[in-house]
């Protein structure tokens, strides 16, 4: 048996593996690649590495665009065969790909009329791909066994915490359990259940994007929100807070809902994100999927995500007027700036001393949120020099990502440990995942290059 890793190598976007078995070859995850060197990443996203016809199945992780935004272009180039996933991820990906879709055509529509042919771009896919590769999408169950594919593969989805739907994947393969962690979530619940326990596996490909840090408490990291939009908002500026459509935006709402009827923080709230909204719902439709937590409070507050401060925009006009108050939260997308209504935001807020923006995710590098938290005097928005005057804070603690001790923790209760492969992290974060796991691991431990193959 083969695996071969097709992105998330030495980086956190472009997650993708292929796995080839005597009878059988099929792909764990194919995410677009994000962030950095835009003419690079649209080369690479091109690059497939494989004849998709020759692929008999697909399994998803989650929805996520780093993990599942590439399965249009399967579709395209001739992949006639399945993809499973869970109830839950399938909603969600089908508003992902869509606004994927959306998004790389409203940037050729730009790159036309701007006319730089350095960023001249058709489109990878476009909805008529969305619509196909939907149709080959099949649910599947959390912790129910299912043989699929030529010689009775056997696959297993287990709860991975990370976002709504999102699962680690167990498969039994010519005799051995390979498993594939996605993206794993926190160790305590949040508005998601924590990872679920996994028996055994002899070979583990597990993330890395905090694989050198652990997380504040998340606790703390409420109260450093509250602080913070104490401050913002008394000074009498906007706060910014860049925000996932997916989770985290989610976590947000109901955070700001739980202090509005506490009387904790009144003040207004501006989600300015229609795959946000859209992605709201999706969350109250599959609340059983949620924690517990979030289910109990559901029970208390049957507007769940929704408070009297909060005002929802909708159209394009609408966002652009939204800055011309202060003294608001401003909720939009993307979660690393790369796009969005929060440039609109960025560009008028950041020449602001009295404004601030909010980090509450991970900013990958080469994404303009990466530049703004390293507090670059002068970043691009637009094709325009943008002045950073403004306040810049981060709150780790709310990231949908398990930090360094939860990881190691997620991968000790796993027996029958032969092989780890580390992936979806930069560098720095692997090595230093690589270098605790070997503490208490006799076993072979790889840190994959993209296009690089294992025989296992």
């Given at each position: 048996m083969k695996i071969t890793f097709l992105g998330a190598s030495e980086e956190v976007t472009g997650s993708g593996y292929l796995v080839e078995s005597k009878k059988n070859k099929f792909l764990v995850d194919f995410g677009i690649f994000q962030g950095g060197d835009s003419k690079k990443n649209y080369e690479k996203n091109?690059?497939?590495g494989f004849d998709p016809k020759e692929i008999d199945f697909v399994l998803l992780t989650h929805a996520h665009l780093d993990h599942s935004g590439r399965l249009p272009l399967l579709a395209k180039n001739g992949f006639k065969g399945e993809i499973f996933a869970t109830h839950s991820t399938i909603a969600l990906s089908e508003i992902v790909l869509f606004d994927s879709a959306k998004i790389q055509n409203e940037n050729l529509k730009n790159s036309l009329w701007s006319k730089k042919e350095d960023f001249l771009q058709e489109p990878i896919y476009v909805e008529k791909d969305v619509k196909r590769v939907i149709k080959q999408f099949r649910k599947i169950s959390f912790r129910k066994k299912l043989k699929i594919g030529k010689g009775g593969?056997?696959?297993e989805f287990f709860k991975a915490g990370h976002i709504l739907g999102a699962s680690s994947i167990r498969i039994f393969v010519e005799g051995k359990f390979l498993t594939f962690s996605g993206d794993i979530g926190r160790a305590f619940e949040t508005?998601?259940?924590?990872p679920d326990r996994i028996p055994k596996s002899n070979f583990l490909v597990v993330e890395s994007t905090y694989g050198d840090r652990d997380h504040k408490n998340i606790k703390e990291s409420y109260?450093?929100?509250l602080k913070v939009c104490k401050k913002v908002i008394f000074d009498g500026g906007n706060l910014l807070i860049p925000s996932f459509a997916i989770d985290r935006t989610q976590e947000l709402l109901m955070i700001f809902d739980k202090w509005s009827k506490e009387k904790i923080l009144n003040v207004p709230v501006i989600l300015d994100s229609p795959m946000a909204k859209e992605t709201t719902m999706v969350y109250k439709t599959h609340i059983s999927n949620l924690?517990?937590?979030t289910q109990n409070f559901a029970l208390t507050d049957k507007s769940l995500f929704w408070f009297p401060e909060l005002k929802v925009i909708s159209s394009y006009q609408d966002s652009l007027k939204t800055n011309s108050r202060k003294g608001q939260i401003i909720i939009a997308g993307s979660g690393?700036?790369?796009g969005g209504r929060i440039l609109n935001h960025l560009k008028e807020n950041l020449p602001n001393p009295k404004s601030a923006i909010c980090f509450v995710g991970f900013q990958a590098e080469g994404t303009l949120g990466r530049e703004i938290l390293e507090k670059k005097p002068i970043v691009s928005i637009f094709g325009e020099d943008v002045g950073i005057k403004s306040q810049i804070f981060t709150i780790n603690g709310f990231s949908a990502h398990a930090g360094k001790r939860e990881i190691i923790d997620w991968i000790e209760q796993i027996n029958e440990k032969e092989k780890i492969f580390i992936t979806h992290g930069e560098t720095l974060q692997r090595e230093s995942l690589k270098t605790e796991i070997q503490k208490n691991f006799?076993?072979?431990?790889f840190l994959p290059k993209r296009f690089e193959t294992f025989e296992i």
């Open positions: 091109l690059e497939l593969v056997e696959v508005i998601v259940p924590t109260a450093e929100l924690s517990q937590n690393m700036c790369t006799n076993g072979e431990i």
